[in-house]
Structure formats: C-alpha cells, structure tokens
C-alpha cells in the first residue's frame, strides 16, 4: 500500500515530455490536480503532442493506470500519490508541501510554454494555498499587470449573480446554504438589483451580511470567523470563465469528485461552462443538504458527521471550516446512498472522508486507517474484516483523506480507526 514514487525533477521530466510521442495525464480527483492538468495538457496541445487525460478517485485506481512499461516514445505524468514502485516510467507531480499546480507551472514552464495564470491561481486555490503567497506571488502580479484579476470586496463565488453563488457555494455554510430561495430572502437588501451594475459598496454590503449570518449561525464553530475571512475579499476574474478566482476553484473540486470528465475539459479550456455550473450547484446543494441532516458527535480529537446522502469530501471540508468545535472531521456515509452524482462507488462500497483544518498531512493517518480496517484489527469482535479480506482504497490530498471501504463495516470500526491513528 506504499505511495512512495518519485517527484518530478524539472530537467528530466522536461525531457521526457518534449521527447515523448504520447503522454498520459494520470490526476487525482481534486482541483488542484485537474488544473495541473489542464496546464500540461494546453502545453502539449502547443508542441502538437498527442495525450490523455485521466482522474483516478483513488490511489488504487491510478496505480492501475500506470502501464507496467512504456514504449520509448511514451511518458507518464501522474498527479498524486500512487502504488507504482514496480516501474519507474513515470513522473509523479505530489509534493506535499506544495500545490501539483505549481509544479506543473514549473515544467510549462521548462517546456517554453506560457501557463495560463488565472487557472494556475484557481489550482493553487483549490490546493489549500493563497493566491500570491509564497511561489504563486508571480502568478498573481503577472494576472494582475495583465488586467485578468483585481481585488474586490465581497464574497468569492463562481457566478456573477451573488445569490445563485452563495447558496451553493462549498467555501461556505450559512443556514440558508444549499436553498437559493432562502438565499435570496436573507440577502435582499444586498443583493437588489442587477448584478452587473453592483459597485464596491453593494458588494462589501454583501460580504458584511454573509459573514454575519456566517457567523451568527446556529452550531457555528469558532473556525467559522477564520474560515469567512478566506472568502472575503476575492480576487475577481473579469475576463475568466467564472467570477472570482476562488469561485473558479470551488467548481474545479466539485467537477473533480462528480464530473471529472467535465472537469478535465474545462481546465483544458472546452466550452463547458454550463454544465460544470450544473454539476457544481446539484455537488453544493447536496453537500449542504447532507449536513443540515447529519448526526454529529465529538470525540477526542475528532468530530465525526454521519450522513445518508452527498458527498463525503466535500462534507467534511465544510463541517471542518465552519461547524466542528475540533481540528479534525471524519464524514461516515451511513445510509449507504451515493456520496456524488454516481452510485456510492462503482462497485457499490462506502465511503468516508476525513478533512482538518491543521497544516500536518494527513497521508500517514489514511494510510494507517485503511491497513486497519484491511486487517479488521478495530473489529476484535467480529470477523468481517479479516476473515472476508475487506478490501479498502483510499487518496489523500491537502488537509484530507478519502476512504472506500465495504458496506459491512460500521461507523464505530471507522472512527475507532481514526481516533488510532490522529
């Protein structure tokens, strides 16, 4: 179950890549994966290089992907971690300690290509770090001194319209999150009139609502003030595709874990707008929905949601922003429904999510859980687990963890696994 691979050094993966006849694009299931990505694939598309573009949910799905051995004039370039240590054709873009955006910037880069900066900076976004802090400060100034991003007040959604992206929004929970009548009703005064002849002031009046309800909800954690403040004043995209950089990002994680094909286009720059809009607002709805239903309880440690329906990941994120009293939220499907727009998974199992709100990663701790509930050594009293050889994927990514598992394992063989290894 070992995820060591190698990172990508910039002069031999250059060369791979300008070598290559054919190159595989293997990402994990999140925004910053699919907008490194998209970087890869515009620069390839520019040397007339053919490649594919393919999300794996998991570590064992990408593993899988990887080929065993590569003819001379194919190259393999894997987002996230992965199970691959019998070959070393390939190139894995997962530092922990960095975006794979910015990675995949460096090698655009080292290809002589120019990476598109607003969704270098949406990638960035969505991999857990500021725009312009640390290495992205050149995406940022470069966006900026070619008018593609400004600062505003407000608050950072995808669409134009503030009501149709805040209801939906992921980077948020107000008690009206996830209905855009509610939505609209407590944000009336605000949000009156046509949203493209909104001005400074309308939309700091729209920040200063949103933060209060944001705050002011009912089981809202302290985290909530910290976590608002990093949607407040976005970074506008007047000439993107979406309205903010976050809003951008925000929509790349939905499409990633609901629509990676969706997704995968969209970074690539297909016209797909509308429905990556759609597949981000039924993702937002459900999510929210989900919570305001959840059974919740605190350990230790740990916070712990249980829903019957809506994705995990995303779930977990949110209950980690602005609901959990701890630093860490284990989201459990208990009800055995889908947790995105497929089927549960494609072979029926369950899944879990855990997300944090601290700076450690978390791959050590998902990796740990996973060997647990493969061994059943959480489940002394029962002999599903070792006995039927539960099998367990899992990924990790910034400040998360995903878990599929089988439905015969309960909750409680879930969070004693999780409270072992936090």
Same mark, same amino acid.
């Given at each position: 179950?070992?995820?060591?691979?190698?990172?990508?050094?910039?002069?031999?993966? %250059?060369?791979?890549?300008?070598?290559?006849?054919?190159?595989?694009?293997?990402?994990?299931?999140?925004?910053?994966?699919?907008?490194?990505?998209?970087?890869?694939?515009?620069?390839?598309?520019?040397?007339? %290089?053919?490649?594919?573009?393919?999300?794996?949910?998991?570590?064992?799905?990408?593993?899988?992907?990887?080929?065993?051995?590569?003819?001379?004039?194919?190259? %393999?370039?894997?987002?996230?971690?992965?199970?691959?240590?019998?070959?070393?054709?390939?190139?894995?873009?997962?530092?922990?300690?960095?975006?794979? %955006?910015?990675?995949?910037?460096?090698?655009?880069?080292e290809m002589g290509a120019t990476p598109d900066p607003v969704l270098a900076l949406a990638g960035v976004v969505a991999g857990g770090s500021e725009p312009g802090a640390g290495e992205s400060e050149w995406l940022l100034e470069t966006a900026r001194e070619r008018g593609l991003v400004e600062q505003r007040p407000g608050v950072a959604v995808p669409t134009a319209d503030p009501v149709d992206g805040l209801a939906y929004s992921t980077r948020l929970h107000a008690p009206w999150s996830g209905d855009p009548d509610a939505t609209h009703e407590a944000l009336a005064d605000a949000t009156d009139g046509d949203p493209v002849d909104f001005d400074t002031d309308d939309h700091r009046a729209i920040g200063s609502l949103v933060a209060l309800d944001v705050v002011g909800a009912d089981g809202a954690a302290d985290a909530a003030a910290s976590s608002i403040g990093r949607a407040l004043r976005p970074y506008a995209t007047p000439e993107g595709p979406f309205a903010t950089l976050s809003g951008f990002a925000d929509v790349l994680e939905a499409l990633a874990r609901t629509e990676p094909g969706t997704g995968t286009a969209l970074a690539m720059g297909h016209d797909v707008l509308e429905a990556a809009l759609d597949a981000w607002r039924e993702h937002g709805r459900r999510a929210h929905a989900a919570l305001a239903d959840a059974s919740t309880g605190r350990y230790d440690g740990l916070f712990v949601v249980g829903i019957d329906d809506g994705p995990v990941e995303a779930v977990a994120q949110i209950a980690a922003a602005y609901r959990s009293p701890e630093s860490a939220v284990l989201a459990v499907n208990e009800g055995h429904g889908p947790s995105s727009n497929r089927t549960q998974s494609d072979d029926g199992n369950d899944e879990a999510a855990i997300a944090t709100r601290d700076a450690d990663p978390l791959g050590a701790t998902v990796e740990g859980v996973a060997r647990e509930l493969e061994t059943g050594a959480t489940d002394a009293d029962s002999e599903t687990a070792a006995d039927a050889g539960t099998a367990v994927e899992y990924d990790v990514?910034?400040?998360?963890g995903y878990l599929r598992y089988d439905p015969d394992v309960d909750k409680s063989t879930i969070i004693a696994a999780v409270r072992e290894f936090r």
């Open positions: 179950m070992s995820t060591e691979g190698r990172s990508a050094e910039p002069a031999s993966a %250059t060369s791979a890549l300008e070598s290559a006849g054919f190159v595989r694009l293997i990402a994990r299931a999140d925004g910053d994966a699919l907008a490194a990505s998209g970087l890869l694939a515009s620069a390839l598309a520019e040397r007339e %290089t053919p490649y594919q573009v393919t999300v794996g949910r998991t570590i064992a799905e990408r593993s899988e992907r990887v080929p065993a051995s590569s003819d001379e004039d194919d190259a %393999t370039i894997l987002v996230g971690a992965a199970d691959a240590a019998g070959t070393d054709d390939f190139v894995r873009l997962a530092a922990a300690s960095r975006p794979a %955006t910015l990675e995949a910037v460096d090698l655009v880069r990514g910034h400040r998360r």
